[in-house]
C-alpha cells in the first residue's frame, strides 16, 4: 500500500517538473506571452463587461435616460448625419465616440464591450461540449476497435464529407433563429475533428507497454482508459480546443452575420458588423473594429495553442 | 493493401457517404416548415386546383417524409435533380449548378496559386529561422490569416482598392460582380477567352477574380504555412539533414534538395483538400463579392430553403472531398518511394 | 594538402577543448578540456561510454554542433589554423574536402526520398578538381580507378581549367560515382545509384555512406559508431572493408566506438575519453597490454576474456557522472578505489608516462 503511494508521488513529481518545464518553455517566447496577455484581458473586459457598460445602452427602444437621452431610430436608412468622434449635434453631453457609433447611434466601443461576453461564453461552450463529445467517442472507439470503432468512423466520413458551413445553415434556418440553434449547428459541424484526434491519440497509447502492464496488474478498461491512456493524450486535444475558440467564434459571429441572429440589435460582433456592411462606404469603422475585435481575440487564442503545441509537442523539447 | 484494392474501399465508402448525406440533408430541408412549398417551382397561376393536385402528386409531394425520399431518389436516377426556387428563377437545379461551377473552379485555381506561392515560402522561412524574427513575423502572418473574419478581410479589401482607390482618383479593382460571358466553349471562361481571343474579356475576368482570390488565400495560406513550418521543422531534425550538412552542402541546397521534399508531403494533403474545399464554393467570399459561383447560389438556396439544390450541391461537394481525400493519398504514393499500398 | 608528410607528423590537435550546452535545467559541461593528436595516416580510436563526449567532440571538431552548444574555451588546429575561429562557411568549404564523417545508422543518416546517385553526385559535383582530374586521366571504354584520383589529389599542384559544361559535368559525375561505389566493394553499381536507400541492405546502405565520404578524398576520415547499428557479420565485413582502404584512401582516421574489440582490431592507437576529458591515450598493443588510468583497467576487466571464460567480469562501481553538476577535479574520482585528497581538487592533465603513452592520473 504504502509502495503505492511513493508510486504516485514519484508520478505526481515527474509530471510537475514537467509542467513547470512547459512554463519555462511557454514563458521564453514572447508571441505566445502576447497572445496569452491579450486573451485573459479580453476574458477580463469580458467578465466584467456588465460592470464597465450599462447593458441597457444596448436597448434600441424604451431607455432613454443616462448618457443617451434620445429616442433610438436607425441611422442608416433614416439618413441622420454619422457620427465619429465628438458629437455635439446629436448629444446633449461632451460625449466621445472612440469608434464612432453604429447603426442606431449607440457607442460602438460599449457595443463592442457587451459583445465580448455573447461571443465568448458561446464560443467556450460549443468548443467545451463539441470536444466532450468528440474525445469520448473517439476514445471508446480507439480503444474498443471492431464494429463500434468502423461506426465511428464511418459517420464521422460522412460529416468530413459535408461542407460544414451548409450543414449548420441548413440546420439554423429549419430550426429557427435562436442562439441555441446556432450552438447546436456548430457543435454538429465541430465535434468530429476531435473524434479522429483522440482516436488517434488512444490507438497509439495503447500499444505501448505502459498500458499492458496496467492490465498485467489487473487494472479495468475503463480506469485504464480514462485515468490512464486519456490523461497521457489529452495534450493534442487541449491544443486543438484553445485553437478552435478562435475558430468557432468566427464561425458564430459569422452565422449571425449571414442573418441568423435572433435581433439585429443584439450586441455581438458578427451582428454588428452586418450592420457595419450596410453603410460601409459612409461609416466604414463600424465594421473595421467590430471585425479587427475578432481578429484580434481569435489571434490570441491562436498564438496561445499555437505555442501550446510547440510547448507540447516532446519531440521539440531538449 | 493493393493500391486498386484501396482505391475500391474508398470508392464503396463514396456511396456510403453520399446515401448518408442526402438522407441528413433531405430530411433537414423537406422536415420541417419552414422551407418553401417544394412544388412551388412547378406550378404557375394559370393552373387550376386539379392541375396543381396532379403536379404534387407525380413529384410524391403527398407522400409522408420517407417516400417522398424514393421519390426524389427515383426522380435523380432519371436525372431530374428538381427545380429551384425563386432566387434560381426556377430553373433545374442541376442547370443552375453547372452554369455556376466553371466560376467557382476559377476562384479555387486562383487562389490555390495564390496560397500556395505565398504559403510555403512563409514555412520555410518560420522553420529555417525557428524562434528568431522571421519566425515570430511569418508566424502572426500565418495565424492572423486564419484568425481573420472572412468576409470582414473582403470588405476591406473592397473599402480600400476599391472604394478609397477610386475615391482618391487611382485606377481601382472592381469589387464585385463577374462579367457576363460573351461565348462558351469548354465552360471555363478564362480558358473561352483565350480560345476565342477575347483577351478584353480574359483581362476584365482576371480583374475581377484578384480580390476574392487574396481574400480566400489569405485565410488558408495560414493554415499552410503552419503546416510546413512544423513538416519542415520535423525533417530539419532528422539525421540526413545532419549527413547533408556534414558533405559541406550549402545550406540552400541542404534545405531545397534534401529537406524540402520530404517536408512538402503533408503540406500536399493539404493544398488538396483544401483545393477541393474551395471547389465546393467559397460561400462566404462569392457572397461578399458577389461572384457567381456556386457557394454564392448555396447561400442563397440556404436562405430560401430550397432543398433540390442544397441537396445537389451537399451532394457533389461531398463527391469532391471524398475523391479528393483519395487523389492526395494515391499523390503520396508517388512522392514517397517508401509508401507502397 | 599537397605536401608531404612524415608518418609522425601530426595532422590535427586538439587542445584543451571545453564544450558546454545551455538546457532549461542548466549547463551540461560535455567537453571539460579535451586533448588529442591524430597523426598522419594513423587510425585513432576514441573510445568511452555513451555520454563521455566523444560524438561533441566530433560535432565540434566538424563545425556542427547545435545551436544550444558554446564553446567555452580550446583550440582545433588542422594545417595551421585554428577551426574554433572559423567561420561557418569557411567549415563547410573545409567539410567538402578535408574532414569528411561517417555516422553510425545508414538508414536514418540517408535521405529516404533521394537516390543513392543523387546523394553521392552531389558530393563529387561540388569538388571541380575532381571532375577535371578525372576528365584527364578517363579512357574510353575503362572503368575509372578512384584511387589514382585520390592519388592526384595530394600531388597535383598545377592550377587547372576549371570550366566543365554541365553535361560534360553529369557525364563525369556518373561514371566516378561507378569509380567510388566499386572502390567500396558495392557491385552493380549502375543499378544502386538509381536505387533509394530503403531498398538496399544495412550493410550496402553503409558502405554507400562511406563512398559518400571517401569521395570527397578528405585528409581526416571521421567514423562515427559506423558498426554499432550493423548486424556483427556485417560489422565484420565492414570492418574488413576499413582495413581494405586504410592504404587506399591516404587518410587520417579518426574512429569513434564504444566497442573495445573494434578499437582494437582497427585503431593504432586508442584514446579513452571519460567524463568530457581523455584519460589516457596509447598504441592500442599497449593498451591492452598495461593500461595506466585506473578507468581505463577496469573498463578492460569488463571485457568478457576469451582465453580465461571463467573468470568473473567486473563492472566498474558507481554511475556515469552528472555533466551539469559534474565532480570537481578528476570526474573520475568518486568511483575510482586510488582516489586521493588531489584528485577532488585540480583536474589531472595528460602527461607523457612512457614513450607514447599518455595518461591523465596522479598516480603516475
Redesign the interface.
Known amino acids: 500500500m504504502q509502495k503505492d503511494s511513493e508510486v504516485r508521488r514519484g508520478e505526481w513529481e515527474a509530471r510537475l517538473a514537467d509542467i513547470k518545464?512547459m512554463i519555462?518553455?511557454f514563458r521564453k517566447?514572447?508571441?505566445v506571452m502576447t497572445g496569452t496577455i491579450i486573451s485573459l484581458f479580453f476574458i477580463i473586459v469580458a467578465l466584467l463587461a456588465n460592470f464597465i457598460v450599462d447593458p441597457r445602452l444596448a436597448t434600441t427602444e424604451g431607455y432613454t435616460g443616462g448618457s443617451y437621452p434620445f429616442e433610438r431610430k436607425y441611422m442608416w436608412s433614416a439618413n441622420h448625419p454619422i457620427v465619429w468622434g465628438p458629437d455635439i449635434a446629436l448629444h446633449d453631453g461632451p460625449e466621445f465616440f472612440y469608434l464612432g457609433t453604429d447603426g442606431w447611434g449607440r457607442d460602438l466601443l460599449s457595443m463592442i464591450i457587451l459583445a465580448l461576453p455573447v461571443d465568448l461564453y458561446n464560443a467556450f461552450i460549443i468548443v467545451v461540449v463539441a470536444a466532450l463529445l468528440g474525445t469520448t467517442l473517439g476514445a471508446l472507439a480507439g480503444y474498443a476497435g471492431g464494429i463500434f470503432d468502423e461506426a465511428v468512423l464511418?459517420?464521422t466520413?460522412?460529416f468530413?464529407?459535408?461542407?460544414g458551413?451548409?450543414?449548420a445553415?441548413?440546420?439554423a434556418?429549419?430550426?429557427?433563429r435562436s442562439i441555441e440553434t446556432l450552438q447546436f449547428a456548430i457543435i454538429l459541424v465541430w465535434w468530429p475533428p476531435y473524434v479522429r484526434l483522440m482516436r488517434g491519440q488512444v490507438l497509439s497509447e495503447k500499444e505501448k507497454p505502459y498500458v499492458e502492464a496496467l492490465k498485467a496488474l489487473g487494472a479495468g478498461h475503463l480506469r485504464v482508459l480514462f485515468r490512464h491512456v486519456m490523461l497521457n493524450a489529452i495534450y493534442p486535444i487541449l491544443v486543438q480546443a484553445t485553437m478552435d475558440l478562435?475558430?468557432v467564434i468566427?464561425t458564430f459571429?459569422?452565422l449571425m452575420?449571414?442573418?441568423f441572429s435572433p435581433s439585429k440589435s443584439l450586441p455581438e460582433l458578427?451582428n454588428l458588423?452586418a450592420d457595419g456592411?450596410n453603410a460601409?462606404?459612409s461609416a466604414?469603422w463600424v465594421?473595421?473594429f467590430?471585425?479587427l475585435t475578432?481578429?484580434i481575440i481569435?489571434?490570441a487564442?491562436?498564438?496561445v495553442g499555437?505555442g501550446l503545441r510547440d510547448v507540447l509537442d516532446p519531440?521539440?523539447r531538449? | 493493401m493493393k493500391l486498386y484494392e484501396y482505391i475500391i474501399r474508398r470508392l464503396i465508402l463514396l456511396v456510403f457517404v453520399l446515401l448518408a448525406v442526402s438522407v441528413l440533408i433531405f430530411y433537414l430541408t423537406r422536415g420541417f416548415e419552414r422551407g418553401f412549398a417544394p412544388w412551388a417551382p412547378y406550378i404557375n397561376e394559370k393552373m387550376t386546383a386539379e392541375q396543381i393536385e396532379e403536379v404534387i402528386k407525380a413529384h410524391g409531394f403527398d407522400r409522408p417524409l420517407h417516400e417522398q425520399y424514393f421519390y426524389w431518389f427515383r426522380d435523380v436516377f432519371n436525372g431530374e435533380w428538381g427545380l429551384t426556387g425563386t432566387w434560381g428563377l426556377g430553373l433545374p437545379a442541376n442547370r443552375v449548378f453547372f452554369n455556376r461551377f466553371p466560376r467557382t473552379v476559377e476562384l479555387a485555381v486562383f487562389a490555390t496559386i495564390l496560397t500556395i506561392s505565398i504559403g510555403i515560402p512563409l514555412g520555410i522561412i518560420s522553420a529555417v529561422k525557428n524562434n528568431k524574427l522571421p519566425d515570430h513575423i511569418s508566424r502572426i502572418i500565418a495565424l492572423a490569416g486564419y484568425s481573420t473574419p472572412s468576409y470582414w478581410f473582403g470588405f476591406l479589401l473592397q473599402l480600400v482598392f476599391f472604394y478609397y482607390f477610386s475615391l482618391w482618383g487611382l485606377p481601382n479593382l472592381p469589387s464585385s460582380g463577374a462579367p457576363s460571358i460573351a461565348t462558351r466553349i469548354t465552360g471555363l471562361p478564362i480558358l473561352d477567352g483565350l480560345l476565342t481571343g477575347n483577351l478584353g474579356f480574359v483581362w476584365n475576368e482576371f480583374v475581377h477574380l484578384i480580390l476574392p482570390s487574396i481574400s480566400l488565400s489569405f485565410i488558408s495560406l495560414g493554415f499552410l504555412a503552419r503546416i510546413v513550418r512544423a513538416s519542415m521543422l520535423e525533417v530539419l531534425r532528422q539525421d540526413y539533414i545532419t549527413m547533408a550538412r556534414s558533405k559541406g552542402l550549402r545550406e540552400r541546397v541542404v534545405i531545397y534538395r534534401h529537406a524540402l521534399k520530404n517536408a512538402l508531403i503533408p503540406a500536399v494533403t493539404l493544398t488538396g483538400i483544401f483545393f477541393a474545399s474551395l471547389l465546393g464554393g467559397a460561400m462566404i467570399t462569392e457572397y461578399v463579392f458577389s461572384w457567381p459561383g456556386v457557394g454564392q447560389a448555396a447561400l442563397l438556396a440556404v436562405g430560401q430553403g430550397d432543398s433540390n439544390f442544397i441537396l445537389l450541391y451537399s451532394l457533389v461537394f461531398a463527391t469532391i472531398i471524398v475523391l479528393a481525400n483519395l487523389a492526395v493519398d494515391v499523390a503520396y504514393a508517388f512522392l514517397d518511394p517508401r509508401i507502397k499500398y | 594538402m599537397s605536401d608531404k608528410r612524415n608518418a609522425k607528423d601530426t595532422v590535427l590537435e586538439i587542445k584543451n577543448l571545453k564544450v558546454n550546452f545551455h538546457t532549461y535545467r542548466g549547463e551540461v559541461k560535455a567537453l571539460n578540456g579535451v586533448d588529442l593528436k591524430l597523426c598522419c595516416k594513423e587510425v585513432l580510436a576514441l573510445v568511452g561510454e555513451s555520454g563521455c563526449g566523444k560524438s561533441v567532440t566530433v560535432q565540434t571538431l566538424i563545425g556542427l554542433l547545435p545551436e544550444n552548444a558554446s564553446v567555452l574555451e580550446g583550440e582545433i588546429i588542422l594545417d595551421g589554423d585554428n577551426l574554433i575561429n572559423k567561420t561557418k562557411e569557411e567549415m563547410r568549404i573545409l567539410r567538402t574536402h578535408d574532414l569528411a564523417i561517417v555516422f553510425q545508422d545508414p538508414m536514418t543518416f540517408l535521405n529516404p526520398v533521394l537516390t543513392i546517385g543523387t546523394q553521392l553526385e552531389e558530393v563529387v559535383t561540388m569538388d571541380k578538381d575532381l571532375l577535371v582530374e578525372a576528365i584527364a586521366i578517363e579512357k574510353p571504354k575503362q572503368k575509372l580507378d578512384f584511387t589514382d584520383l585520390i592519388k592526384m589529389d595530394d600531388s597535383a599542384t598545377e592550377p587547372k581549367n576549371l570550366k566543365i559544361s554541365r553535361r560534360e559535368t553529369k557525364r563525369i559525375a556518373k561514371r566516378l560515382c561507378a569509380a567510388i561505389l566499386s572502390l567500396v566493394k558495392l557491385p552493380d553499381q549502375e543499378r544502386i545509384l538509381k536505387q533509394y536507400p530503403f531498398e538496399l541492405s544495412g550493410g550496402m546502405r553503409q558502405r554507400a555512406m562511406i563512398a559518400m565520404a571517401l569521395a570527397r578524398r578528405p585528409s581526416i576520415f571521421i567514423a562515427d559508431e559506423i558498426t554499432t547499428a550493423l548486424d556483427v557479420t556485417i560489422q565484420a565485413q565492414i570492418l574488413h572493408l576499413l582495413k581494405e582502404l586504410r592504404d587506399k584512401i591516404d587518410a587520417s582516421t579518426l574512429m569513434i566506438t564504444h566497442d573495445l574489440s573494434v578499437a582494437a582490431e582497427t585503431a593504432d592507437r586508442i584514446a579513452v575519453m571519460y567524463g568530457g576529458n581523455v584519460v589516457e591515450v596509447a598504441s592500442s598493443v599497449v593498451l591492452f597490454r598495461r593500461p595506466f588510468h585506473p578507468y581505463a583497467q577496469m573498463l578492460l576487466k569488463a571485457i568478457p576474456n576469451i582465453e580465461n571464460p571463467t573468470s568473473r567480469l567486473e563492472a566498474i562501481p558507481g554511475t556515469v557522472p552528472e555533466m551539469i553538476d559534474p565532480p570537481p577535479g578528476c570526474r573520475f574520482h568518486p568511483r575510482c578505489k586510488y582516489a586521493m585528497d588531489a584528485c577532488t581538487k585540480k583536474r589531472p592533465r595528460l602527461k607523457e608516462v612512457e614513450k607514447g603513452h599518455e595518461v591523465a592520473c596522479y598516480l603516475y
Open positions: 518545464y519555462h518553455l517566447n514572447p508571441l464511418r459517420i466520413d460522412v468530413f464529407a459535408f461542407p458551413l451548409v450543414l445553415l441548413v440546420f434556418s429549419m430550426f429557427g478562435g475558430g468566427l459571429s459569422a452575420f449571414l442573418g458578427g458588423a456592411y460601409i462606404f466604414p465594421i473595421l467590430s471585425g475578432m481578429l481569435s489571434l487564442f491562436n498564438l499555437d519531440r521539440l531538449r
